[in-house]
């Protein structure tokens, strides 16, 4: 889950830049919305994940917890 979650936020700064034409020289208040943005994707994301697989998902956090 990790390693997708790197992968969405660099795609998403990624095309930031695109639409910019940034090199990196943003302020800390456009780092900052852009974080932002890409957090609220994010926990959309695990959201949806949730809205799928919530019984397993309770299911298996509930085993590993009984260990």
Known sequence: MAA???????????????????????TAAERAEKLKESVEKIIDEIDEILEENA???VKNFVQRSGE
């Open 55 to 57: 019984e397993e998902f």
């Open 4 to 26: 997708s979650t790197q992968r969405i936020r660099k795609d998403y700064e990624r095309k930031e830049d695109l639409k910019k034409g940034s090199t990196g020289g943003e």
